[in-house]
């Protein structure tokens, strides 16, 4: 499907435009994930594309209920292990390890920064809304794209996780909008695009870059090139 086709589906120019980041903007090195992996399993034969995938599914795995005292990243390394072939106990230590690693999210999609120019150049204001242990001022100003923000909000901010609304109502309170009159664009169906529409937000994009979703209840692009096209329309 054409970006000039998704177009048709969205009902309105918005006045801002609010940005999941991990998996939408910065993605994780499914390299590091198979390292780390080997260290459990030497020899394995994963592809770094498939480890990655495989995270891109089981990120929301967190909302999976799962018997016995299981932390919120061990889910999320149960169901990339399983998905991958691996015991348990391995998905679980080999996720633990990857994400401890600094290097893990480390590949920014290139058009990441011309989508935001474009809509700031366009009068459309932007917003970071992310759910991330760290602080997510310091990624996005490490990948140099700090400065093409309005104002920029994460969990390690204080906020409950995505899917819970608080994020998105404080974002457009600040921004000075009705949530009618935002996009979001994110990777997840759950934290993102019904974390999105519980805020009333006007649309909900939904990144598709591992190709995860057969029928996405909503827009969909596969990368910020797609995303660019449909920019530059407005």
Not at 15 to 37: H, K
Request: aromatic content about 6%; glycine content about 8%; hydrophobic content about 45%.
């Amino acid at each position: 499907m054409g970006a000039e086709l998704r177009l048709a589906a969205i009902r309105a120019r918005p006045q801002a435009v609010l940005f999941d980041i991990g998996m939408t903007m910065i993605f994780p090195s499914g390299n590091v994930i198979v390292r780390e992996i080997r260290r459990f399993v030497p020899g394995s034969d994963i592809e770094p594309a498939d480890a990655a995938r495989a995270l891109a599914i089981a990120a929301e795995a967190i909302h999976l209920h799962i018997g016995g005292a299981v932390s919120d990243s061990d889910r999320v390394g149960l169901v990339m292990g399983h998905l991958l072939g691996l015991p348990a106990e391995v998905g679980v230590q080999a996720w633990r390890a990857a994400e401890a690693c600094e290097d893990l999210y480390s590949i920014l999609d290139p058009d990441s920064a011309p989508v935001l120019q474009t809509l700031r150049r366009a009068g459309v204001k932007t917003a970071a809304v992310s759910n991330a242990l760290n602080c997510v001022h310091d990624e996005l100003a490490a990948f140099g794209l700090l400065p093409y923000f309005d104002i920029v909000i994460g969990s390690s901010d204080g906020y409950c996780d995505k899917p819970d609304p608080a994020m998105f109502e404080a974002v457009v309170e600040a921004l000075g909008i009705k949530p009618s009159d935002a996009w979001h664009v994110g990777d997840g169906i759950i934290n993102d695009v019904l974390g999105a529409s519980l805020a009333r937000i006007g649309e909900q994009i939904l990144v598709d870059s591992y190709g995860v979703y057969a029928k996405p209840p909503c827009p969909t692009v596969r990368s910020m090139r797609d995303l660019l096209e449909i920019v530059t329309t407005l």
